[in-house]
């Protein structure tokens, strides 16, 4: 196991850590947006486990031109794209083959915002969650976290491949005869970013 800590002072946990990268106080969001811009626009997808991010996610919800997920007209379920039948549908619809980016054109979709406000209903463009957040996560390069945190633009991207290299994406495990992705990678945010462990 490799322990990566980062954080302004070198604390025990950090001196008993592979690597302790000092940090700028309070910027560790910018340090992560680097790590996030890295394995969204410099890894090649099938680096990321874009399987799991499809069916078990949010990622592929269709979300409108105001920010909201669209919805069913019927059921007011967040609506996907099925790529084998070419049509928005309900995210839980069965055999659904989700995508995971693009832009799509739902035929009878509603737009919800807060309070339950109609903001648009109809025919509605939308894109995915995943391909909205690639979108936002492009400014956020690494040479850009290192203006603000102060950790090497190097650093940050050798960080982000190592934990894509040790994600073990495809593999699997069994445990009490169940077989589930094995992915032995995690980020353990701290208190300066939530304030707890």
């Not at 954080?7 to 950090?14: A, D, K, R, W």
């Not at 069994?174 to 939530?194: E, Q």
Request: aromatic share 8%.
């Amino acid at each position: 196991m490799q322990r990566v800590q980062v954080e302004p002072h070198l604390s025990v946990t950090g001196a008993c850590s592979a690597q302790w990268g000092p940090i700028k106080p309070k910027t560790d969001a910018a340090f992560l947006y680097a790590l996030i811009h890295v394995l969204l626009h410099e890894a090649p997808r099938e680096r990321l486990d874009v399987a799991f991010l499809a069916r078990w996610t949010a990622s592929p919800y269709l979300v409108g031109a105001s920010g909201y997920y669209l919805r069913d007209a019927a059921t007011r379920k967040p609506l996907v794209w099925d790529r084998a039948t070419q049509r928005a549908v309900p995210h839980d619809t069965p055999g659904v083959d989700e995508a995971l980016e693009g832009r799509f054109t739902a035929a009878d979709a509603v737009e919800v915002g807060a309070d339950d406000e109609v903001l648009a209903q109809g025919r509605l463009e939308g894109a995915t969650a995943f391909t909205r957040l690639v979108e936002h996560m492009a400014a956020y390069s690494p040479e850009w976290a290192a203006d603000v945190c102060d950790v090497p633009a190097a650093t940050m991207r050798r960080i982000a491949n190592e934990y894509l290299d040790h994600a073990c994406v495809g593999q699997t495990i069994v445990l009490d005869g169940v077989t589930l992705p094995y992915r032995p990678v995690a980020v353990s945010l701290g208190k300066t970013v939530n304030n707890g462990w």
